[in-house]
């Protein structure tokens, strides 16, 4: 069992930025590939990025490329989300999540979720 715990939300003006750091305990955090989703009021809950169990590949969203850098540090059990050149629309709940499995896009892909962080982008 892998809990995940998000830190780092926050409120920050259009065009600034924010990491965002999700730690993992209980289990082999290392095997697992992580993604960052975020949900908006009133939305569905979507992928924003992803990284596999290495380190070595990372998947994003087109809303946010080239924005925001998905990387984790095994040694420390965490991972982040280096967001830059915020935008409004990045307002949103942002959960971390764990997986056995490929298919990082889908939600459905993911067994362990934190709980989430709150991240709001003022103009």
Do not use: H
């Not at 095997?31 to 590949?57: H, T």
């Not at 946010?64 to 307002?91: C, H, P, W």
Request: charged share 15%; hydrophobic share 35%.
């Amino acid at each position: 069992q892998v809990q995940l715990v998000e830190s780092g939300g926050g409120l920050a003006q259009a065009g600034g930025s924010l990491r965002l750091s999700c730690a993992g305990s209980g289990g082999s955090f290392s095997i697992f590939q992580l993604g960052w989703f975020r949900q908006a009021p009133g939305k569905e809950r979507e992928f924003v990025a992803a990284i596999d169990s290495y380190g070595s590949s990372t998947y994003y969203a087109d809303s946010v490329k080239g924005r925001f850098t998905i990387s984790r540090d095994n040694a420390k059990n965490t991972v982040y989300l280096q967001m830059s050149s915020l935008k409004r629309e990045d307002t949103a709940v942002y959960y971390c999540a764990a997986s056995s499995f490929w298919r990082l896009e889908l939600t459905t892909t993911y067994g362990y979720w934190g709980q989430g962080t709150q991240v709001t982008v003022s103009s």
